[in-house]
Each structure stands twice: as C-alpha cells, then as structure tokens.
C-alpha cells in the first residue's frame, strides 16, 4: 500500500535560518505529492504540490522537488519568519490523499 | 466562497452511542473524502464520496458509513462509540476524483468519546 514517512519534529530555528523537512514515500503506482500546512487555530490548506518526476513545487519561499530515484519529496525554505510556525504534512495522492504524521515547525524572533 | 464547512465543531458523545457529522463542500466540487485525525498524528482516510456513491474506503470498520447527497454535501455517521473514535474528523472536498486535484479542507470536528 501507499505509505508516507516524514521527519519527526519538532523542530525549532531562529528567524531567517533554513528550514528542511524530509519527506519519503512508498507507492505502488504514480501519485501527486503535495505538503499541506496546519497553522495554529486554522484547517489544513495546500502549501505545494508536484504531479510528475522531477516537477518542482513552490509557493510562499517553500520548495519541494519531486524525486522518483529517491522516493522522496523533500521541503525546504531559504530563510524562514515567525509566521511560518505551523505543523507541516507531506501527502501522496493516488485518489486519496495519505499523510506523513505531521513535524511542528516552530520559529523563534 | 464559503470553503468546506463542517458542523457541529465540538462534540461530547458516550460509549455506544452514536455520531453523524456533516460537510458541505467548496462550490463547485463534487467528490467529498473523509479523515480521522488523532492527536499528534497524520489524518487517515476513511472514505470517499462521488455520485452518491462511496468510490473508495480506507481501513475503517463498518460502524463508519457515510452518505452523500444529490447537492454533494454528505455526512459521516459512527455507530457503537469507542473511545479511540475521540479525534478530529475532517472533510475534504475535490473537482472530481482526480488526483491532481487539490483538496480543500473544512476546520473539522472534534469528537470527544467519554
């Protein structure tokens, strides 16, 4: 079956240093990959997503790029702000979404 | 555009009884997806709805049903209440079944079993 593995948190950075959040996947045919984001008091919503081998996903700074050698489909930003404290989820899509557990990113000024 | 709602937001229920949660869908979308999120964890699927029908179900036993309705709301009903139902149930909604697709997300419900 479609499995999603997604580094443990949490994590904690300082403004402007770079953020990394590694994400893996196991999947028996050719999903889309997104990461959602869950920032505190609100629903999930769609941070990025890539729907083909080596496509690239950006929005907000954030990037992931899709690697089908890997299995993976890894986060990052450059340079990241308080408001960027969320709880970060990679997801498969091979019509339904299936979610890594989630890392707790958090940024301190 | 008032995004994926879901009702109640809280909910206390006890041992055995029984739960329905509703969603109404983003305007437009038509595929409604069911996930059950446990404290600390990743949502897990539980079903999805397209035409009034469930398309595909995750591992969940047969007291979660659903039913989706001809103006693709829906609803997630839970039989029997254990304890380990306590989490929060949120509602997904698409533009058909694709995979593409993006899913938008309703606030959710959080469901206390006492």
């Known amino acids: 079956g479609n499995s999603v593995t997604q580094m443990e948190g949490p994590v904690t950075l300082s403004e402007e240093a770079f953020l990394t959040i590694n994400c893996t996947y196991t999947?028996?045919?050719?999903?889309?990959l997104f990461w959602y984001v869950q920032y505190p008091g609100e629903g999930l919503q769609l941070l990025l997503k890539?729907?083909?081998?080596?496509d690239k996903g950006s929005n907000k700074g954030f990037e992931a790029t899709y690697r089908k050698e890997t299995t993976s489909f890894h986060l990052e930003k450059g340079s990241v702000q308080v408001s960027d404290s969320a709880v970060y989820f990679c997801?498969?899509?091979?019509?339904?979404?299936?979610f890594g557990a989630g890392t707790t990113v958090t940024v301190r000024a | 555009d008032a995004g994926v709602t879901q009702s109640p937001t809280h909910l206390i229920k006890t041992r055995g009884q029984q739960v329905t949660l509703r969603c109404s869908p983003k305007?437009?979308?038509?595929?409604v997806s069911w996930y059950q999120q446990a404290l600390g964890q990743g949502p897990q699927f539980i079903f999805q709805?397209?035409?009034?029908?469930?398309?595909q179900r995750g591992n969940f036993p047969d007291r979660f049903s659903g039913h989706q309705f001809p103006n693709y709301s829906s609803e997630l009903n839970v039989n029997a209440l254990l304890l380990g139902d306590s989490a929060l149930y949120l509602c997904?909604?698409?533009?058909?079944?694709?995979?593409?697709?993006?899913?938008?997300f309703g606030q959710g419900t959080r469901l206390t079993v006492v």
């Open positions: 997904a909604s698409t533009i058909n079944r694709g995979k593409n697709t993006e899913a938008f």
């Open positions: 999947a028996t045919g050719y999903p889309s």
């Open positions: 890539a729907t083909k081998a080596d």
């Open positions: 997801a498969l899509n091979d019509y339904k979404l299936s």
């Open positions: 305007s437009g979308h038509d595929t």
């Open positions: 709805y397209y035409e009034e029908e469930e398309r």
